[in-house]
Structure formats: structure tokens, C-alpha cells
T-cell receptor, first 111, second 109 residues
Framework: DTAVSQTPKYLVTQMGNDKSIKCEQNLGHDTMYWYKQDSKKFLKIMFSYNNKELIINETVPNRFSPKSPDKAHLNLHINSLELGDSAVYFC??????????FGPGTRLTVT | RKEVEQDPGPFNVPEGATVAFNCTYSNSASQSFFWYRQDCRKEPKLLMSVYSSGNEDGRFTAQLNRASQYISLLIRDSKLSDSATYLCSMDTGRRALTFGSGTRLQVQP
């Protein structure tokens, strides 16, 4: 049983396109997160949602818009993709600010 | 000063060696500290939490030094399977975790 799942695992697209990444967790956690890990392996938080409410919105371009239809799902939509958006995007969930369970990651390549 | 700093390594050690990593942090308000392990092209996974009194789990020992604002991870009797990147993490005081960029460990036969 996959605790935190993401789709797609790989995403190759051209500059200017719009794409979405989906995330689902079956752990019953209240909080979900999106992280970006760049080529230097620096893992940086982008957003967090608690019970469908946006809690954290770090300095992320407006082209990135998270959506949480329910507390088990947190999707990420990216408009007008740029070369600098190429990275691995990880979804994660936690019950309290303790162990965070990460999804397998979505490797985004913008050409 | 960066929020979290780690020596990127790589630390190349023979099997059976003892190796230690440090991680310094700048936010003195941080209360929760963790070590995560990340294998190549995989997601980070929690290795262990770091308590004020220290924490030991088998061959792994984690310590917290609040006065000097660093945490450490000690691995004894290194195994080939310990080869990975080790990320330190702590809370930001805003219901989120911040991560270091990781220390790469390569255990050699």
C-alpha cells in the first residue's frame, strides 16, 4: 500500500506550457506539503495545507497554484512553465509537525 | 548565515568505520529536529528524531547541542547499505520543516 502517491513520476514539457501534478495520501494525515528539490539537492518547502486550508505559502511565483479538494489530496498546477522550474517536486504529509512521509517525487524537465 | 548548513561531502569510509556528520542551524526558536535519509533518485525518509537528551537507534546516535546550535549524527560499524545522503531538518516555528542540502555518505567495501 502506497502511503503518499504522486502522478506523474516524470514530466517533460516545453516552456510556456501548463501542467499539473497530483498527490494523494491514505494515512489520514491532516497536513500536506509541496517541496521543490533543485539540482543542488536543496529541499525547499513551497506550500502546506492543513485540512484543506492553506497554511504556508512561501515565496513562490504566482504561476504555482496548489489546490486541496479534500484533506487526502493536494494538487499542484503550474502555469507558463519556465526552464528554472525544472526540479523534483515532492509531496509530503504529516499528522503533527513530526515525521513527514514523502511521495516518490515528480521529476519535471522543462525544455 | 544560511538557515541550515551541512558539509555536502562526500564522506568516503570503509565498511565498519564510524562516521559523524554535523548540521548547524540559525533559528534558535527551533524545537524539533530530525535526520532524514535520501537514497539516489528517491524520496527522503525519516531516519530518526533528535531529542534534547540524545537519541540512539542501533548503530545510529543523534545529538542536539542547543548552545552551539547544531545537531549531529553518528553511524557506527558502517554498512554498504548506509550509503545515501543524510538530510538534517528542523521546524521553522511556522508549522513547517526546513532541510539542509544533505551530506553524502559512500561506504566502500
Amino acid at each position: 500500500d502506497t502511503a503518499v502517491s504522486q502522478t506523474p513520476k516524470y514530466l517533460v514539457t516545453q516552456m510556456g506550457n501548463d501542467k499539473s501534478i497530483k498527490c494523494e495520501q491514505n494515512l489520514g494525515h491532516d497536513t500536506m506539503y509541496w517541496y521543490k528539490q533543485d539540482s543542488k539537492k536543496f529541499l525547499k518547502i513551497m506550500f502546506s495545507y492543513n485540512n484543506k486550508e492553506l497554511i504556508i505559502n512561501e515565496t513562490v511565483p504566482n504561476r504555482f497554484s496548489p489546490k486541496s479538494p479534500d484533506k487526502a489530496h493536494l494538487n499542484l498546477h503550474i502555469n507558463s512553465l519556465e526552464l528554472g522550474d525544472s526540479a523534483v517536486y515532492f509531496c509530503a504529509s504529516s499528522q503533527v509537525l513530526d515525521e513527514q512521509y514523502f511521495g516518490p517525487g515528480t521529476r519535471l524537465t522543462v525544455t | 548565515r544560511k538557515e541550515v548548513e551541512q558539509d555536502p561531502g562526500p564522506f568516503n569510509v570503509p565498511e565498519g568505520a564510524t562516521v559523524a556528520f554535523n548540521c548547524t542551524y540559525s533559528n534558535s526558536a527551533s524545537q524539533s529536529f530530525f535526520w532524514y535519509r535520501q537514497d539516489c533518485r528517491k524520496e527522503p525518509k525519516l531516519l530518526m528524531s533528535v531529542y534534547s537528551s540524545g537519541n540512539e537507534d542501533g548503530r545510529f546516535t543523534a545529538q542536539l547541542n542547543r548552545a552551539s546550535q547544531y545537531i549531529s549524527l553518528l553511524i557506527r560499524d558502517s554498512k554498504l547499505s548506509d550509503s545515501a545522503t543524510y538530510l538534517c531538518s528542523m521546524d521553522t516555528g511556522r508549522r513547517a520543516l526546513t532541510f539542509g542540502s544533505g551530506t553524502r555518505l559512500q561506504v566502500q567495501p
